[in-house]
């Protein structure tokens, strides 16, 4: 047992994934014996201390040398550059490059910086997509994002990446230079090599676009649906987010809203479930966040159909172990559409298949009565105009709170790029007749006008 425990707890660390021990019933119940001293037995001690892992200078030269050389840098990051937020932030500085993150990178660098061009992917945002578009230097850290689509066409950039495991090295684009390291440290290597852009042309281009996206999330969050719009529960919750907030989200359309309109500040934390496709994450996670810091205030984001899955009963944790946190602030937001949203948006943008409503509609359950029934605050949220101080009684009060906002289905989670294949399939959904027909042709209308135009808003 002393050798498994162990072991389980070095491989946890050392190797970051998952160790479990499974054991039979009748020897957790027998007595501890420390082992003999004798063969075949095994004897085992407890620590462990991350190693300090860097390239070799010469390899750190050859990407010195590609970084430099490029004069419309991007970097990508992920996951594992979140120990090593500083680090980019003076590689960025010095190559004059825009930062670009993937969904689990949220919290690398805060979104005030006028560069950081936020989430990349079909969750991403417009500046993101343009600067690999265009970029001819990719650096990429601590990510696998796997949408190849979306990184620069093979042999447009030259490639750096740095990764933690060798397996995740040239994956997702052909790199010139492999970095197997710490991020953190490999940067840190890095940085005494890298010279510094006097040309700022690029960097102001990307600023450019930030400023314009900025403008075009307003005006999208700001056009009126029935009776919500969901990207204004995140939009007005940005200003509101308490210092060192940790943020949580489901998967499901609520993630497109937390991956571009929610702006994360310095010594925050946020986290989902990285692959999209694990249902019911937002809850447990906000749970875990709480006990891991319970000093700092929490915020889950969910939509209704991940709710029914499994998070409800996962309020009842809530609700037993509240009184011990230290700062009782812990927020829930359900984005109650009564759609299971994100599949009907992929099955007519993906498939040009029309609402199928026996497999999307879901019954329409009053969560914040189920909140109030259980010890907590929940609120309904019914209005537009509602929203905003919806959030500051939420994080005012005393005890954990539940925010049902009764949000619009028919708002697209609009992609930063429309191909052809997407109108395509769009136009195919329309023409065979979709239940929602008018009011996803409503509100498509309102949110691409709010692209063309941004900076106003419209009604």
């Not at 230097?137 to 740095?162: D, H």
């Not at 309109?261 to 709480?290: F, H, Q």
């Not at 009764?406 to 195919?428: C, G, M, N, W, Y």
Request: hydrophobic share 40%.
């Amino acid at each position: 047992m002393r050798h498994l425990i162990d072991r389980a707890i070095r491989t946890a660390l050392g190797e970051r994934r998952v160790t479990a021990i499974i054991l039979p019933n009748d020897l957790q119940e027998a007595e501890y014996e420390e082992p003999p001293h004798k063969h075949g037995t095994v004897h085992s001690g407890i620590g462990y201390s991350h190693p300090r892992v860097v390239p070799f200078e010469a390899d750190l030269q050859r990407a010195a040398e590609v970084l430099n050389s490029g004069q419309k840098v991007a970097i990508l990051v992920g996951a594992g550059a979140l120990n090593a937020g500083d680090e980019v932030f003076e590689v960025a500085q010095k190559l004059g490059a825009g930062v670009a993150k993937a969904l689990l990178g949220k919290a690398v660098l805060p979104d005030d910086l006028p560069w950081v061009t936020g989430s990349i992917g079909l969750l991403g945002t417009v500046p993101s997509y343009r600067m690999m578009e265009q970029c001819d230097t990719l650096l990429m850290i601590g990510s696998g994002f796997p949408y190849s689509e979306f990184l620069p066409k093979e042999g447009q950039a030259r490639g750096v990446q740095i990764d933690i495991q060798p397996d995740m090295l040239s994956l997702r684009y052909p790199m010139e230079v492999n970095l197997q390291g710490d991020a953190a440290q490999t940067l840190r290597a890095l940085l005494p090599l890298l010279q510094d852009k006097q040309d700022h042309s690029w960097r102001t281009t990307i600023e450019d676009w930030r400023s314009d996206w900025d403008q075009t999330l307003e005006s999208r969050a700001m056009v009126s649906a029935k009776p919500i719009n969901p990207q204004r529960v995140v939009y007005e919750l940005s200003p509101r987010l308490p210092e060192r907030a940790v943020v949580t989200c489901d998967s499901g359309s609520c993630a497109n809203w937390y991956a571009r309109d929610l702006k994360i500040r310095r010594d925050m934390l946020c986290s989902l479930s990285g692959g999209l496709a694990s249902m019911g994450a937002a809850v447990p996670y906000a749970i875990a966040a709480k006990f891991a810091h319970p000093d700092r205030p929490v915020i889950g984001l969910v939509g209704d159909g991940a709710m029914q899955m499994s998070n409800l009963a996962e309020l009842i944790t809530v609700a037993k172990y509240w009184r011990e946190w230290d700062n009782p602030q812990w927020v829930l937001a359900v984005f109650n559409n009564q759609d299971l949203n994100q599949v009907t948006w992929e099955q007519r943008v993906m498939e040009g298949d029309p609402k199928f409503a026996a497999s999307q509609d879901i019954p329409d359950v009053p969560y914040h009565a189920f909140a109030n029934s259980i010890g907590l605050t929940g609120v309904l949220v019914e209005r537009e105009e509602d929203v905003g101080p919806a959030w500051e009684q939420a994080l005012a009060a005393d005890r954990p709170v539940l925010l049902e906002f009764r949000t619009d289905p028919d708002v697209p989670p609009l992609p930063p790029h429309i191909s052809l294949e997407q109108a395509k399939q769009f136009a195919s959904t329309l023409l065979q007749g979709d239940p929602d027909q008018r009011g996803i042709l409503a509100q498509t209308a309102r949110q691409l006008f709010g692209s063309l135009l941004p900076g106003k808003r419209k009604k």
